[in-house]
């Protein structure tokens, strides 16, 4: 008697856990996608959209006369290169006596400077006299002019800035800065 009861015990637990394994099984199978549901429906591509790039490269300070002004680099630099960002902004970037200077023009009362570091607390001013208007020259360190300055400056409804990220400071900077303004504002007698 009990060969038979361990013969059904053992065929019962044969039987209970082929039913359990069938039962993992098919729910295995139903977790795998079938053919049939991971074919995507055919579909064309999707046409792909170019942000267009906002600085558009040009050929000198001639192709900003559609903006309404002109900025020239300083007469004797190394290289420059000219663009305009976002259809509004001229730039000039040029390099003189082996510094970097960054040199932008808008009509705008926007900051356009592209310059987002902490500058030193009390900046530096100067103001430029010609017949019939006066513009103030602002100029702020950064780290004492470790790290660089920016000079900022407006006439009529265009906003300038001038930046240089290697060390300078203030006679320096508006050493390089002075003879670009005179070429590129209107004086006609010039007193600093």
């Not at 995507?40 to 903006?67: H, Y």
Request: aromatic share 10%; with cysteine.
């Amino acid at each position: 008697m009990k060969k038979i009861v361990s013969i059904v015990i053992a065929l019962v637990l044969i039987f209970v856990f082929a039913s359990c394994k069938k039962a993992a099984d098919e729910q295995a199978q139903s977790a795998i996608p079938t053919e049939s549901a991971t074919i995507a429906p055919e579909s064309t591509p999707e046409p792909q959209v170019q942000i267009p790039n906002p600085i558009v490269e040009v050929e000198d300070s001639t192709d900003f006369s559609d903006l309404g002004f002109i900025i020239t680099p300083h007469q004797q630099a190394d290289s420059a290169s000219y663009s305009i960002i976002g259809g509004k902004v001229a730039q000039i970037i040029f390099t003189l006596d082996g510094k970097a200077f960054t040199y932008r023009g808008a009509v705008t009362t926007e900051d356009i400077s592209g310059v987002y570091e902490s500058f030193d607390p009390l900046p530096q001013s100067l103001d430029l006299e010609g017949p019939g208007f006066k513009v103030t020259l602002v100029v702020k360190t950064i780290d004492g002019g470790e790290k660089g300055a920016l000079a900022e400056w407006g006439y009529d409804d265009v906003r300038y800035t001038f930046y240089t990220p290697d060390k300078t400071n203030f006679d320096d900077l508006t050493d390089v800065l002075l003879p670009i303004i005179y070429n590129d504002l209107p004086f006609a007698v010039c007193c600093g």
